[in-house]
């Protein structure tokens, strides 16, 4: 019976390091309540701190510490009831400049974090928060998309001086009605050279344009890409501990916010699908069908239906004030969006250009019990001021009202505006301590699970049950390790699929001894049984686990949210099962016997 040196010392190496990263998770991170600015660059100062402190003391609320970072203060406090008094007291007291959250503070020693090594994280099921399903907006985007592109074409026929006696744009395509026979194969050209558009004769000189089905596909997933990305740097933004923000199906989020209860709350946080967009304002002689009128300061404004940019162009903003003290934005612009802002301004010095506040709201109207909802965009200019000079990728946005409005409108521009409206299709809360009753109720079912199965194997086993209980031992530290690593969410299924990985690990512990058994049936000597034993077993051992592995890949594939978390911890389980089972219950065994002469009788 052997057991080379390398395969030792490499079973070592991964028992060091799963102890070592599965140790984070013995400490539990304290509730807390999290101050940010509004204000890109502010700070907090010692004064506010100790103003901070004494507020904490005239209350009942039982605070455990203050920490004050360069961007944050984080207060640590006893239990998550005492966590939700002290964020509704503090919201009181602080003004809307201050954003107060809810957190989860990390007690992991320094040296650990030296290292990375990080707790698991909690799914909404066991940590209690809020959960949100959000819809594209699918037809609102193509709409807009194809206005983009009407303007486009717009653009490049009078560039081309092409005429036509119409471009109008009716439910999903563009009608252009040409003048001139011979200018049909520019227009062509034109219209080739943008893409994905199905281009059709209806009838002499007039045209019909639709986007390809490949097109569509496309922008509606370009679109939930971007939607991704600006809600996971939203929620970032106000400081959400552990938040999940993850794509479900075609066209739809899913937004996990754990410690948050209040949904009006957390729809603010992540509802807001305000957007900006600049524009000129329109000269008297600009056609009605090109203008849009708005109220502004008690008199109506006529702007161009033309945009020169939207938010999603601005690469940061920060509140400030200018020198007569009231509040502006501060905004800088991609390359991109320099350009076309050069670009639009250069030829337009003296002419007014607003800021065109948009932002999607719903009503609610309840006729005969029934409740419809119905959403529409309101637009309001919140700046409007004369162009004194080009702009290119620096200016500032001033009028506006008041230094919340400006904390807020900097705060959603360096988050991201939305690439498309969204609609809330779901949603549901679930309670901290239903969330710590799930914890105690999956706790209390693996410890049943897994006290029934090493007494089984100890009594039936004997020594080798004891081994085979150890691998088992170690093979839930190398689970938690592994999660920890691969910063994977634990969830409710997530521990039954841990559970399910106690059973096969043992298994594959119960095909070896099994094994080894029936070749000292046939008067092997013990150290060859053994060694017969791991070595006929290891086939069927992978096997069983391979194609348990592959169904668990499908449902993780397949599935989503709980089904994926079972699949998740199931996968994890499988891969360590065989590593404690074939690998480490070998080398315990060679320690315990293969240094042993004249070796009679194994207890298994």
Do not use: C
Request: hydrophobic share 45%; aromatic share 8%; charged share 20%.
């Amino acid at each position: 019976m052997r057991f080379q040196a390398w395969k030792i010392f490499s079973v070592l190496i991964v028992l060091f390091i799963g102890i070592i990263f599965s140790l984070p998770n013995i400490f539990p991170p304290d509730p807390s309540v999290q101050i940010t600015t509004a204000s890109a660059g502010d700070g907090f100062s010692n004064k506010f701190l100790d103003d901070l402190k004494d507020l904490s003391e005239n209350t009942d609320i039982n605070t455990l510490s203050f920490e004050k970072t360069e961007k944050s203060i984080l207060i640590r406090t006893n239990s998550y009831q005492d966590q939700i008094e002290l964020k509704d007291f503090l919201q009181k007291e602080l003004n809307e400049n201050f954003v107060v959250a809810l957190n989860l503070a990390a007690n992991t020693p320094d040296w650990l974090k030296a290292l990375n090594a990080k707790p698991m994280k909690l799914g909404l099921d066991l940590r209690g928060g809020v959960n949100f399903l959000m819809e594209v907006d699918t037809e609102l985007l193509i709409q807009t998309k194809l206005e983009s592109i009407g303007s486009v074409i717009r653009n490049s026929l009078r560039e081309e001086r092409i005429k036509t006696t119409s471009i109008d744009i009716q439910n999903d395509r563009i009608l252009v009605s040409l003048v001139d026979n011979k200018k049909t194969e520019a227009f062509t050209r034109i219209v080739n050279d943008l893409g994905n558009l199905n281009l059709n004769l209806v009838q002499n000189l007039n045209y019909e344009l639709s986007f390809s089905d490949q097109e569509i596909d496309e922008t509606i997933d370009y679109a939930v890409l971007q939607n991704l990305t600006t809600l996971r740097n939203r929620v970032n933004e106000l400081g959400v501990s552990e938040p999940v923000v993850q794509r479900e199906g075609r066209k739809r989020i899913s937004v996990q916010l754990p410690g948050i209860q209040d949904t009006a709350e957390a729809k603010k946080i992540i509802g807001k699908t305000a957007n900006l967009e600049f524009r000129l304002e329109a000269k008297d002689n600009s056609l009605a069908s090109r203008v849009e009128a708005f109220p502004y300061r008690g008199l109506k404004t006529k702007l161009e239906k033309k945009v020169i940019i939207s938010g999603d162009r601005v690469s940061d903003a920060s509140v400030g004030f200018d020198e007569n003290g009231f509040p502006q934005v501060n905004i800088s612009l991609d390359s991109d969006g320099g350009a076309q802002m050069h670009r639009a301004t250069r030829n337009n010095v003296g002419t007014r250009m607003a800021v065109l506040f948009v932002e999607k709201k719903s009503t609610s109207n309840f006729d005969n019990g029934i409740n419809s909802i119905k959403n529409f965009y309101d637009k309001r200019i919140i700046s409007l001021a004369t162009i004194q000079s080009a702009l290119a990728n620096q200016f500032r946005i001033t009028g506006l009202d008041s230094p919340a409005e400006a904390s807020e409108l900097a705060l959603l521009l360096r988050a991201g505006a939305l690439a498309a409206p969204m609609n809330f299709v779901e949603e549901g809360t679930i309670g901290p301590s239903l969330g710590a009753d799930n914890i105690r109720l999956g706790i209390n079912s693996l410890a049943l699970g897994l006290s029934l199965v090493l007494i089984f194997m100890i009594f039936y086993y004997k020594v080798f049950g004891f081994i085979a209980n150890l691998a088992v031992l170690l093979n839930l530290v190398l689970i938690a390790s592994v999660m920890s690593i691969l910063s994977a969410t634990l969830t409710l299924p997530g521990i039954a699929g841990i559970v399910l990985t106690i059973g096969m690990a043992v298994d594959a512990n119960v095909l070896i001894f099994s094994r080894i058994r029936e070749e000292l049936k046939r008067n092997l000597k013990p150290l060859e049984a053994i060694t017969s034993g791991y070595d006929r077993a290891f086939i069927t051992i992978v096997d069983a686990n391979l194609t348990t592995l592959i169904v668990a890949l499908i449902l993780y594939l397949v599935g989503t949210g709980p089904i994926q978390g079972f699949a998740i911890t199931l996968s994890v389980g499988i891969l360590t099962s065989m590593f404690t089972a074939i690998l480490f219950t070998r080398m315990l065994v060679f320690f315990i016997y293969a240094r042993r002469r004249n070796i009679e009788n194994i207890w298994i």
